[in-house]
């Protein structure tokens, strides 16, 4: 008997225990999991079984219950990928051992941090890097950090790029309807499910947050065997660095940092200024506004390519405020070097080589053990080496000498002594000191398709394929040979005849977020938002997070956007002060104590 099998069957057995949810009949069994009467509230459409409350194994040390390998889905595509595990505060149970190990558990009302096993958060990890796939856990994990806040930790396997947008979000959908199929036989709140993650995986935990219950990913979800007739919707969602809008990543990649490239011939140039100008064309039909509700619009600009308007305006108070915050937080004599390894160990305040936040101040949980062997430079993204005009390195006695360190080839920040407050003069000059290109041109759709997001929307066979129209129409204009093979691949279809710009939709949470799109009131979209961006990542445009932030303030269905790009750090778990972790866990508790 297979691990999926066995798993069902005990399932199944384990359905007579609970006699609030199964008839005693083996008939009544097979019509209550169909129907998940089961589960509270729930009008779920699945053959799986609820989850066995027979057995539950125990981690004493830190006092949790956990199960591993449960199938979220009938019939998954991969089964490194099919499982998802569960983790619950010892004190959410009352346990009876079985004498093989397992234990049989019943609810209890026991508080940990405040929170009770019908009140506690769910926290769900996207632990995707470049969209790479979050494996299944085969193994105890520890994830005490949550679990002794009051949290209940779920960590669902799902595919990654090479299987093709969507499966990934889908996965992710098809675990938290499960959970959801579950609500009332398990610990957790399905009304505060939390999801968290980092770059690639901050992404998806935006789309997670945007895209809740959006009919898009219906045929997708019924392919896999999801529970159907159930809710996906998260309430809240916190984005590391996240690399996400790839609809239009590419031109606001060029139009933020496309200044700093060198070494272009005239034809990639052209490319690259052609990008530029489409960004403004975006952003001028988008509609983002500010929180006076002031629409932001580029205009052309003497110098630059669209560098004016009350958009870029926008953009260089970002960017202000970046500076300040950290003059704010800083104390001086300042240490780079040591502030800089203080903030990527473990445990702190993120991750120099771009793991996403984990359970105990490492990386997130893997398969194989509490740590993920994954990071910035091997996630498989094409990067390469940024040639900053600035180096910050060594200790810096006062502000001014910080401040003179960041005018080195040039003056482009002025400081205010009396008020400590810092202005830059522009957005070019910022990038030219700190933020330079580190991708190829067609900085997500690369030229030869190389890229780990032409993998992303590829067709399941590990193989890179284009999606970006915009960058296809400005390579036919300009006769280019790359022309012949976006135009082929833009009128590709998927295994369910889903066209790439669709799928691309589905990878871009503004779609149904802004009320330009098509997609906006077609999902129930978080209501908490956290992001964190470090401002020197070359690895995406400022724009990419800021557009969310604008998107996520004006959309009614939103109640709250914590946001804050951090000085001094790149493509890493930023944050201003503070740990990661930590910072995350007092963040659910705050959107709870509101609620």
């Not at 067609?442 to 999606?467: K, P, R, S, T």
């Not at 802004?514 to 906006?520: D, K, L, N, Q």
């Not at 077609?522 to 995406?540: C, F, L, N, P, Y």
């Not at 804050?564 to 002060?577: I, Q, Y």
Request: a negative charge; proline letters at 3%; charged letters at 20%.
């Amino acid at each position: 008997m297979d691990r999926k099998t066995r798993n069902m069957t005990s399932a199944v057995t384990a359905c007579s225990l609970l006699a609030a949810g199964c008839a005693a009949s083996s008939t009544s069994q097979t019509t209550a999991a169909a129907s998940s009467s089961t589960a509270a509230g729930s009008a779920a459409r699945t053959s799986l079984s609820t989850i066995d409350m027979s057995a539950w194994l125990y981690n004493a040390e830190s006092d949790v219950y956990y199960q591993l390998g449960i199938p979220y889905a009938e019939s998954s595509p991969d089964e490194a990928c099919d499982s998802l595990a569960i983790f619950v505060p010892g004190a959410y149970f009352d346990g009876t051992e079985n004498g093989d190990g397992t234990y049989t558990c019943t609810l209890t009302d026991n508080e940990v941090s405040g929170y009770t096993a019908a009140t506690a958060p769910i926290v769900i990890p996207v632990n995707t890097p470049g969209y790479a796939a979050q494996a299944e856990l085969t193994d105890y994990t520890d994830v005490s950090s949550y679990t002794d806040a009051g949290f209940v930790y779920v960590h669902i396997g799902a595919r990654g790029r090479d299987a093709g947008a969507p499966a990934g979000v889908t996965d992710f959908k098809a675990g938290i309807r499960y959970i959801r199929y579950n609500e009332g036989i398990i610990a957790g709140d399905c009304d505060r499910i939390f999801t968290f993650g980092m770059s690639g995986g901050g992404a998806q935990s935006a789309l997670l947050g945007a895209a809740g219950d959006a009919a898009l990913y219906t045929p997708y979800l019924e392919a896999i065997g999801a529970v159907m007739e159930t809710s996906d919707a998260v309430n809240g969602s916190m984005c590391w660095c996240p690399i996400t809008n790839l609809d239009e990543g590419d031109e606001a990649y060029e139009w933020n940092m496309g200044s700093t490239r060198s070494g272009l011939s005239d034809e990639e140039q052209a490319i690259s200024d052609a990008l530029a100008e489409a960004y403004a064309a975006y952003v001028n039909a988008e509609g983002f506004v500010d929180e006076d509700g002031s629409v932001l619009t580029l205009e052309e600009s003497d110098t630059g390519i669209w560098q004016a308007g009350t958009y870029y305006e926008y953009i260089k108070t970002v960017i202000e405020t970046s500076l300040n915050n950290f003059l704010v937080d800083t104390t001086f004599p300042y240490d780079a070097d040591s502030a800089s390894e203080e903030t990527a160990g473990m445990p702190g305040g993120g991750t120099a080589d771009g793991n996403p936040p984990d359970a105990a101040g490492g990386t997130l949980p893997s398969s194989d053990a509490g740590d993920m062997s994954q990071s910035e430079q091997n996630d498989e993204i094409s990067r390469t080496e940024q040639a900053n005009g600035v180096t910050i390195s060594g200790t810096y006695e006062t502000v001014q000498d910080y401040i003179d360190a960041l005018n080195a080839n040039g003056t482009w920040v002025t400081y205010d002594a009396e008020t400590n407050t810092a202005k830059i003069t522009s957005v070019a000059d910022f990038v030219s000191a700190l933020k330079s290109a580190s991708k190829s041109l067609g900085a997500f759709d690369q030229l030869d398709a190389g890229q780990g997001e032409n993998i992303l929307f590829g067709y399941g066979d590990g193989e890179g394929a284009h999606f970006d129209a915009t960058l296809a129409g400005i390579l036919s204009d300009l006769g280019s040979d790359y022309a012949s093979a976006y135009a082929e691949d833009l009128v590709r279809t998927d295994s369910l005849g889903t066209d790439v710009s669709t799928r691309v939709a589905m990878y871009s949470p503004l779609y149904f977020l802004m009320s330009s799109e098509a997609g906006y009131n077609t999902s129930t979209v978080a209501s908490h938002w956290r992001i964190r961006t470090g401002i020197e990542q070359g690895d995406t445009a400022l724009c990419t997070e800021v557009n969310l932030m604008l998107a996520l303030e004006a959309n009614e269905n939103v109640t709250d956007v914590d946001f804050a790009t951090v000085w001094g750090l790149g493509h890493t778990t930023a944050e201003r002060s503070g740990d990661y972790i930590t910072n995350f866990i007092a963040w659910v508790n705050t959107c709870t104590a509101e609620e």
